[in-house]
């Protein structure tokens, strides 16, 4: 043990900046976006078809609308199954802005429910509790790629009648029972951002089993219009459309989705080299003053979008703050996901949030970093990112 600390502690620092986060893009989506661009159709047509479809096959969903962002996911389901002001939608203070803003986008208001410290996840039993008349639906995130508890969620919106819209922003590839936990529930939201699992630099899909609710959505994310471009331009010769409701411009590009068929085609193998990563971290940091992501729950897949690992000061004589900064110096990018939403200035000054208010986010806020994770880095990476935390921490 004592060798291979050493080795680590020995070997020579980083010369480039690892970026946090990047994205692996190959051969076949430079092509196809070339190809799109000589296709004359750059806009929401085939491509976005077919990536469509193949979300719908690699989630077992049944209806699939490609929009341009996860939030615009979120926010069109939230909007599609009615939810508006007065409402309350549970979430967690766990989580991307985008959660929340997505709630209150729609004058809704986010209700937040603490997380379970060693999974970050909402921790279901005090979901009920916070049930009010208003209550109108339930806003799981699979942080990190974590499946929540879906039983139990789904469980307690069945009982009080609630939607259940998941988050799963992170989650492309996590599974519960075999099946993919970002499709369970009325709505699953994915995001396609330049540093998720799968990206089309900015994209997001709502899958659902409803095909109105699916209707609506699209409807609702190209101006309210009764048929798409593709339909009104296509070769089946011009149609006139209706203006059904005052719409949102959230739909996707083909060449957008360009990228993302070959995303997706290849995202198993990029999970299974983030897994490997994962395996790493977890063998080679366990000698480190650290505590590291939680086991796998039995019978979930976790989609390894994130490696967060947990800096207590009273455990490794640094703050979590301090460990950023000297990665830094050793040209390591890393991230924090995230602070706890509740205390950010929006969030504090129009619903009185205070420090106290959810422990468990706000104990792992102030501790959380995640180290690189993407199936871009190389071993030399790993190993740099892995002798860097030990030249500071061991
Ligand atoms: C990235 C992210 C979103 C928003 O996704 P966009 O596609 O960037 O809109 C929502 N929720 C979580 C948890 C995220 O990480």
Not at 2 to 15: E, L, N, S, W
Not at 275 to 286: F, G, T
Not at 309 to 316: A, G, P, S, T
């Amino acid at each position: 043990m004592k060798g291979i600390a050493d080795a680590r502690i020995t070997r020579v620092p980083r010369q480039d900046f690892l970026i946090f986060g990047q994205p692996l893009i190959g051969e076949d989506e430079i092509a196809e976006v070339v190809e799109t661009l000589r296709s004359g159709w750059i806009g929401t047509g085939p491509r976005a078809k077919r990536f469509e479809q193949m979300m719908l096959d690699y989630t077992g969903g049944k209806n699939a609308v490609a929009l341009n962002s996860c939030t615009a996911a979120l926010f069109l389901s939230l909007v599609a199954l009615g939810i508006g002001e007065g409402d309350e939608v549970i979430t967690t203070p766990m989580t991307f802005a985008a959660t929340a803003n997505s709630i209150v986008h729609t004058r809704a208001r986010p209700v937040f429910v603490d997380v379970i410290r060693e999974t970050m996840l909402i921790d279901p039993s005090l979901i009920e509790k916070s049930i009010t008349p208003r209550t109108r639906a339930i806003m799981p995130v699979h942080l990190a790629g974590r499946p929540c508890a879906m039983d139990e969620i789904m469980r307690i919106a069945g009982k009080h009648g609630l939607f259940v819209i998941g988050d799963a922003a992170h989650a492309i590839e996590a599974q519960q029972h075999g099946q993919c936990v970002g499709a369970l529930g009325d709505a699953g939201c994915f995001s396609f951002y330049a540093t998720k699992n799968v990206t089309t630099a900015e994209g997001g899909m709502v899958i659902t089993h409803d095909p109105k609710l699916a209707e609506k959505i699209r409807i609702m994310s190209l101006h309210g219009m009764s048929a798409d471009a593709h339909l009104r331009f296509g070769s089946s010769g011009y149609r006139h459309y209706d203006v059904l409701l005052p719409g949102y411009k959230f739909n996707m590009t083909d060449l957008q989705a360009a990228l993302g068929i070959h995303q997706l085609g290849r995202v198993e193998r990029a999970w299974a080299r983030r897994n490997e990563i994962w395996n790493y971290y977890r063998s080679n940091l366990a000698h480190l003053p650290l505590i590291l992501p939680a086991e796998d729950e039995p019978g979930t897949r976790h989609a390894r979008h994130l490696y967060t690992i947990i800096v207590d000061q009273k455990q490794c004589g640094k703050s979590r703050d301090q460990v950023l900064q000297a990665l830094k110096e050793e040209n390591i990018g890393a991230g924090v996901h995230y602070t706890a939403l509740h205390l950010h200035s929006w969030y504090r000054t129009k619903f009185g949030f205070r420090a106290g208010d959810f422990p468990n986010a706000e104990w792992i806020g102030e501790r959380t970093l995640s180290l690189p994770l993407s199936a871009k880095l190389s071993d030399t990476d790993v190993e740099d990112t892995i002798a860097a935390l030990y030249r500071i921490l061991f």
